[in-house]
């Protein structure tokens, strides 16, 4: 990437500062200039966060020049054209993001196609455009911010996070985040839940019914069930049939004394000539009936007929037009008239059609009258048929009657000796039942310790799962923690050789190096050439050292250098050539109050930042 123009617009303290960089840019100015600012501009347009928002926590408010609703920022590079604006305005709608290309409003959207073409996230934007100085700080600060720079490499973490369900292990920080969270949080809620198991360990119960299996225990309690059901079946049978000898008793007892032979075979025979009689006379009566019934219906039909002619005769009667009036005179021109009209003529016709509907009502009034006759006679015969039906069906049922009360009476003293030897039969049935139930009892008795054994068995067999998966889960983290703790440090060692070893390449022409760098004691140099160089200056050739390295590795391809002390003449050209060697583009920012153009040639373009007396910051390129 290489950025060729930034425009400031209310950005602390600068109402309206285009600058443009070439492929080395120099930032002069005093102290409280401003030149950090325009750091800050450029890692706030990229990311929408700078040293300023993100190391204090200030919101973006704190960006905004005194007196300014809004502030904006917009850059123009090779690689795209953006502009971030914030505002509390009228009219600024809040946070916008616009990148020349794009026709979306969305500003994550936009964020996310701007980190595509940059090639970076927020976290590396912001830590190689808006620098802090690595070389100032402790070894800890050292390495927070040079996890910023370095990415992870994508196969290791892509195969970890797709085995183990991780969202996000962009960079170094987020590994850190994830190892910590996984012994924090993860790791000790599985052993707490671990010990939580062990404390309530459930053990397998012992088998309850030595020498019997749970299939035969089963097995006898559905024997048993069985064997109950039958004799139940059968106690049912017999109290049924000593029910019926005890009615048959009662009824013997109440239905009156016995007849005689003579007069008992007497009754049988009336009985039976009387159901010859009513099987005779049914057919008989239901021929009746349905002769009644088509009788019924041809009166129906000829009253149907008679009222169809009357609708008829009055429909004719309707049609005939009035004859007019005869006159006096002999010939009367109006009724010869209409003698000779149509109307006459259709009169004559329909009166006719009356004459022929009028002797067909007089003929079906007869056949109605003779089929009511019909009916009635159809009716009567059919009644008296019932009637007698009846009274032979009502002598029949008393007779029938009495001939039961006498087999009841004659039979009472057989039923009674049944009676004796049912109820003996029941007893038996009721004892054999009553040792069949305590069989059955002991059976459901063994069947309960079986489910309390399955029940109990059931939670050993769910326990030791879960103490198996707990286990396995506690072994799996630790395992996961090892894996990611190990590609970290394989990540760091090989992202930060490289970056050392571009270092120690462009160090090579100050006589400088070589540089180390260790995890717990950052970074470090073995030996320095005899020639002398003031701890300061030290410091700022490393740290230009890194930031070209950074730029390099991480294909940013800028390198922001902010120098905290002015170096000397011989240094600082010795340094320009250096970074012009170094294939970036280069933004140095130096403190300095000689307004003067550096002495590095005409390759380099510079700006002189100030503050005017009212406070606002200018930047203003100097020539050669």
């Known amino acids: ?48 966060i700078c040293r300023e928002t993100h190391l204090s926590g200030a919101k973006w408010e704190r960006l905004v020049s005194w007196g300014a609703d809004s502030v904006g920022v917009k850059v123009v590079s090779d690689i795209a054209t953006w502009a971030r604006q914030r505002g509390s305005g009228r009219g600024m709608g809040g946070h916008r993001l616009q990148v020349a290309g794009v026709d979306s409003a969305n500003v994550d959207t936009c964020q996310a196609l701007l980190y595509e073409r940059m090639g970076g996230n927020e976290q590396l934007l912001t830590a190689l455009l808006d620098p802090l100085p690595i070389m100032d700080r402790d070894p800890q600060q050292q390495k927070v911010l040079i996890s910023r720079v370095l990415k992870p490499e994508p196969v290791k973490i892509t195969e970890l996070m797709r085995k183990y369900s991780i969202e996000s292990l962009a960079s170094l920080e987020q590994i850190d985040r994830t190892v910590r969270d996984l012994k924090d949080v993860t790791l000790r809620s599985l052993n707490k839940d671990l ?71 007497n009754l049988a025979e009336a009985i039976e000539k009387l159901t010859a009689t009513i099987a005779r006379n049914e057919p008989l009566w239901a021929d009746a009936e349905q002769k009644s019934k088509g009788a019924t219906a041809e009166r129906q039909k000829a009253s149907e007929a008679m009222q169809k002619n009357l609708a008829e005769q009055l429909r004719v009667k309707g049609l005939i037009t009035p004859e007019p009036v005869e006159c006096p005179a002999k010939a009367c021109p ?116 079986i489910a309390d054994y399955e029940r109990t068995d059931q939670k050993a067999t769910a326990y030791m799962a879960d103490l198996e998966a707990t286990t396995a889960g506690v072994r799996e983290v630790k395992e996961l923690v090892k894996q ?67 730029a390099k590795t991480t294909g940013i391809g800028v390198a922001v250098i902010e120098h905290a002390a002015p170096l000397s003449k011989t240094r600082e050209r010795l340094l320009a050539k250096a970074l012009m060697g170094s294939g970036c583009q280069i933004i140095q920012v130096y403190t300095s109050d000689e307004k003067t153009a550096p002495p590095a040639g005409a390759a380099w373009r510079t700006w002189w930042v100030e503050r005017n007396g009212t406070g606002e910051a200018t930047a203003t390129e100097l020539t050669v």
């Open 1 to 48: 990437m290489k950025i060729s123009q930034i425009h400031l617009k209310n950005f602390r303290g600068f109402p309206n500062a285009p600058i443009e960089f070439g492929d080395y840019t120099i930032l002069r100015g005093d102290n409280g200039a401003g030149k950090s600012s325009i750091l800050m501009a450029l890692a706030w347009a990229a990311t929408g």
């Open 484 to 550: 990611l703790e190990s590609e970290r440090t394989r990540i760091v060692e090989s992202r930060i050789g490289a970056v050392v070893k571009a270092m120690n390449e462009f160090l090579r022409p100050f006589g400088l190096g070589p540089v180390r760098y260790e995890l717990d004691s950052g970074f470090g140099t073995e030996t320095w050439e005899a020639e002398r160089w003031s701890d300061g200056e030290r410091r700022q050739i490393l740290e230009a050292a890194f930031r070209v390295a950074a």
């Open 195 to 265: 010990k939580r198991l062990q404390d309530s360990a459930v053990e397998r119960p012992k088998w309850p019914r030595e020498g019997k299996t749970a299939e035969q225990l089963r097995s006898g309690h559905q024997q048993a069930q069985q064997q109950r059901d039958k004799i139940n079946r059968e106690l049912g049978a017999i109290e049924r049939r000593k029910s019926d000898l005890e009615a048959a008793i009662a009824a013997g007892k109440t239905g009156g004394e016995a007849l005689s032979e003579a007069a008992a075979a």
């Open 334 to 449: 109006v009724l010869a008239a209409f003698a000779d009209s149509p109307a006459a003529k259709e009169n004559a016709e329909q009166q006719a059609k009356l004459k022929r509907l009028e002797g067909a009502y007089t003929k079906l009034d007869k056949e109605q009258k003779k089929a009511i006759q019909a009916e009635q006679d159809a009716q009567a015969a059919a009644a008296a048929l019932a009637e007698g039906l009846r009274a032979a069906r009502e002598t029949l049922r008393e007779s029938t009657l009495r001939l039961e009360s006498h087999r009841a009476a004659a039979t009472a003293s057989q039923h009674e000796a049944g009676l004796a030897a049912v109820t003996a039969e029941l007893d038996a049935a009721k004892q054999k039942l009553s040792t069949v139930q305590m069989i059955l009892t002991k059976a459901e008795t063994a069947l309960e310790e």
